[in-house]
């Protein structure tokens, strides 16, 4: 379903400062297939390039060369169709739970009874009923990350991608996010999704695929 073509990215080279700057390479020639339904695991040393190839399938950074190919159709920039849960959660600090999930609807024009019953549906499913009219700052890390979830799942994205959605919370929350994940995961109408899996052991038994990339790139 999103197919990943020899994606090739290097950072610096190409400003002003010509051959005197320094050149990070990044991807060279990354290439692999995710079907529908596949949970993929990127793992790699800090600086190898996770956030830079999760960016490029976002569309928020362009690839030096290759591309995205997603159901057959080109990966030019952002769309509905993806989704991206950033390690900071990105949440808006001056909307509310129910204004942060709904964001992306709005953005798509959607009518607002409409847009509110399904942030609703999904603001339920994270646990965060009653948490609607909170601001970011009057909730727990562990609730933002919900609150960027359900933002996430509104859109019904083909694609989710989380970059290290679970780092900047302690063990228990991560283990609590982990197995809401798998929940809401398995709740989806996606057939494939294993139904019993209670932690996150069986999370990783749902990952087909391990991506690993051990090598950083050279520092500059
Ligand atoms: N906008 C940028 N300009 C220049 N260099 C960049 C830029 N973004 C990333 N890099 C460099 O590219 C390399 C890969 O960065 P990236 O953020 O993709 O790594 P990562 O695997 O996500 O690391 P981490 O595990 O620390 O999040 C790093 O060396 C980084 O310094
Ligand atoms: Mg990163």
């Not at 790699?44 to 956030?51: D, L």
């Not at 409409?114 to 727990?140: C, F, M, N």
């Amino acid at each position: 379903m999103l197919e990943i073509v020899a994606l090739s990215k290097t950072y610096g080279g190409e400003g002003a400062a010509g051959a005197g700057e320094h050149v990070t390479h990044v991807l060279d020639a990354v290439s692999f297939d995710v079907a529908r339904n596949q949970f993929v695991c990127l793992l790699g040393a800090s600086g190898c390039g996770k956030t830079t190839l999760l960016r490029i399938v976002a569309g928020l950074t362009v690839p030096d060369a290759g591309e995205i190919q997603l159901e057959g159709r080109q990966v030019t920039g952002p769309g509905q169709d993806r989704s991206l849960v950033f390690q900071n959660y990105g949440l808006l600090p001056w909307r509310s739970v129910m204004g942060n999930v709904e964001f992306g609807l709005e953005m798509r024009g959607m009518r607002k009874a409409e847009r509110r019953a399904i942030s609703q549906k999904y603001i339920d499913r994270v646990g965060l009923t009653g948490y609607e009219r909170h601001y970011p700052h009057q909730i727990s890390g562990g609730m933002q990350q919900r609150t960027a979830l359900a933002r996430a799942f509104s859109k019904d994205p083909k694609v989710l991608l989380m970059d290290e959605p679970f780092a900047a919370v302690d063990m228990q929350t991560r283990e609590m996010l982990q197995d809401e994940l798998l929940k809401i995961w398995t709740s989806m109408p996606r057939d494939e999704a294993a139904k019993s899996s209670r932690r996150f052991d069986e999370l990783r038994r749902l990952v087909r695929d391990k991506l690993r990339h051990d090598e950083a790139p050279a520092a500059p």
